[in-house]
């Protein structure tokens, strides 16, 4: 087996052991995925400023995320059908944030359910809700979440209306797969993808089969999205969210000053600077374009927080520098999941920390809270006022 330096060579790895459609779902972006790409080269553009003869023995990693103590800056996104990744992926993603001592997210169109991944961890895991037109399963959602003990909520507001990702049609993304030619050719040169589904739990989506009408028989994943996901979302209704759950909420999708200003008052502990990796808005702005506006405009207010981009520990320096309190890792985990399972999620976390913790050593800090402006060199999106100091993260 090859051996895996960093994120890229996980990917690689899961191209090869995962059938193309699942594949490509969780690596496509929408339309001609301009801000998939940009949210990747937009972070690289950012140079970091080399200091040296600094002491920086002792490094911490380690801080706060919603009030809660974590071993990293990190959270593990919510990311739909993991468990067609690998078999069971929710679960090995969970375990593994688990033992990494950082915060997973199960999504609401996970294969797995959450009643699935409660059984399966001894800490609390965070659920993602999506806003669907029946609010009576939503409510009971949110309580079946609350019954499970998670700790957060993370409420995603930007896939009311589903963008095109081209890369789904041609493949006919359904689950479970259809019986196809391509697809039965595809599936027999991948027998461990297919041993671990055969072993896994469920073949569909364990939060919504028997519960919501169509999803039992195959089914276009777009169209049925299309079709149940409630475009009429407005802030009304979260806070008709907030009250229903009564715990920490995280709003998740921000892009904008404006509604990071809404998303603030609404009492929620955190937002997410996303454009939903590039999969909804093509031509909208990268995640990290928008994140030290958001920062400067909402910082003092409520906790923000990043995604959009990460594959290094670099990226994630970057990111903190700009006014982020942490990062959501998506895809890189999901590579780690489709190249080795469990054990590959805890790999990508570790590559990520190891390399987090190495550019903060060579940019002469040596804690999460002293991470600030002062560690970017000239970056053509330094269009924030710099403090005179690192800014300190709430603990």
Not at 99 to 121: K, R, W, Y
Not at 177 to 189: F, K, L, M, Q, Y
Not at 266 to 276: D, E, I, M, P, Y
Request: charged share 25%; with cysteine.
């Amino acid at each position: 087996m090859k051996i895996a330096a960093n994120i890229d060579d996980l990917r690689q790895l899961a191209q090869r052991r995962v059938p193309r459609a699942f594949f490509e779902y969780a690596d496509s972006g929408s339309y001609a995925e301009q801000t998939f790409h940009a949210n990747l080269d937009d972070l690289a553009a950012i140079k970091l400023r080399q200091r040296v003869l600094v002491n920086v023995d002792n490094r911490d990693l380690s801080t706060k995320i919603i009030g809660t103590q974590a071993k990293a800056p990190i959270a593990l996104a919510p990311i739909g059908l993991c468990g067609m990744i690998h078999g069971d992926g929710e679960i090995l993603a969970a375990r593994a944030a688990q033992a990494a001592g950082i915060p997973f997210t199960l999504s609401t169109m996970s294969i797995c359910s959450i009643e699935d991944v409660a059984d399966a961890v001894s800490k609390p895991f965070w659920f993602q809700l999506y806003v669907m037109r029946d609010r009576g399963f939503i409510k009971e959602l949110i309580q079946r979440a609350a019954k499970a003990k998670c700790s957060a909520l993370v409420l995603t507001v930007d896939l009311q209306v589903l963008g095109q990702r081209h890369r789904d049609i041609r493949n006919g993304m359904t689950v479970p797969p259809r019986v196809t030619v391509a697809n039965v050719v595809d599936v027999a040169t991948k027998p461990a993808w297919a041993l671990s589904i055969l072993k896994g739990k469920r073949k569909t989506f364990g939060n919504l089969a028997g519960h919501v009408q169509g999803m039992d028989g195959i089914k276009s994943l777009a169209q049925w999205t299309n079709e149940q996901f409630d475009p009429r979302l407005s802030w009304k209704d979260v806070e008709w969210i907030r009250d229903q759950w009564g715990g920490k909420l995280i709003i998740k999708g921000i892009l904008d000053i404006d509604d990071a200003r809404l998303a603030a008052k609404t009492g929620a502990s955190a937002l997410v600077v996303s454009n939903h990796g590039g999969r909804q808005l093509d031509g909208a702005s990268s995640s990290i374009a928008m994140l030290p506006k958001i920062a400067n405009a909402v910082g003092s207010d409520i906790e923000v927080m990043f995604d959009g981009g990460i594959r290094t520990g670099a990226d994630m320096l970057r990111a903190l520098a700009l006014g982020a309190r942490s990062c959501m890792i998506g895809r890189a985990f999901v590579y780690g999941l489709g190249a080795n399972g469990e054990a590959g999620v805890t790999k990508a976390i570790d590559i990520l920390k190891k390399e987090l913790d190495v550019s903060m050593a060579l940019t002469g800090v040596k804690s999460i809270d002293e991470i600030g402006p002062q560690v970017l060199a000239d970056s053509p999106l330094r269009n924030y006022e710099e403090p005179a100091k690192p800014r300190k993260r709430r603990r």
